[in-house]
């Protein structure tokens, strides 16, 4: 019976948790402004203009909005080698910095929401879980 009532409980815990909403979109920005305040400031400065040549602005990024997946894929795995961002090269290296799924479906919304950048999807946890490494 106590088996029963464990088996039960963890059950309950498992559907309360997948039916449970995503965040509002709102609470994802907030969110992300923290992380990006404790994770990416250091390159891409507090404006998100990065470093010309050094490290690529996130402000008005056309690579940011022109490629959803692959930004993601960076945050979540790091990333190297060259990209054009606003028309300037970039060829270096962001490091992996461990950050979780929903982390980094908090960051993504801060910074399409943020310098300019407006993005009227949300970017959602499960899309986040769907990225692979390349």
């Not at 979780?100 to 499960?126: C, F, H, P």
Request: hydrophobic share 35%; proline share 3%.
């Amino acid at each position: 019976m106590k088996q029963l009532f464990y088996i039960y409980c963890i059950s309950l815990f498992g559907f309360l948790s997948y039916v449970q909403p995503e965040k509002t979109i709102e609470k994802s920005i907030s969110d992300g402004k923290e992380i990006y305040q404790d994770f990416c400031v250091q390159c891409h400065l507090d404006n998100g203009k990065g470093v010309p040549g050094t490290f690529p602005p996130l402000a008005k990024s056309d690579y940011l909005l022109n490629n959803i997946e692959a930004s993601i894929c960076g945050i979540k795995y790091g990333q190297r080698g060259k990209i054009t961002v606003n028309g300037i090269d970039y060829d270096g290296i962001m490091s992996h910095q461990g950050l979780d799924d929903e982390e980094v479906a908090d960051v993504m919304n801060y910074i399409l929401n943020s310098w300019g950048n407006v993005t009227k999807r949300q970017i959602s946890i499960s899309q986040v879980s769907e990225v692979q490494k390349k």
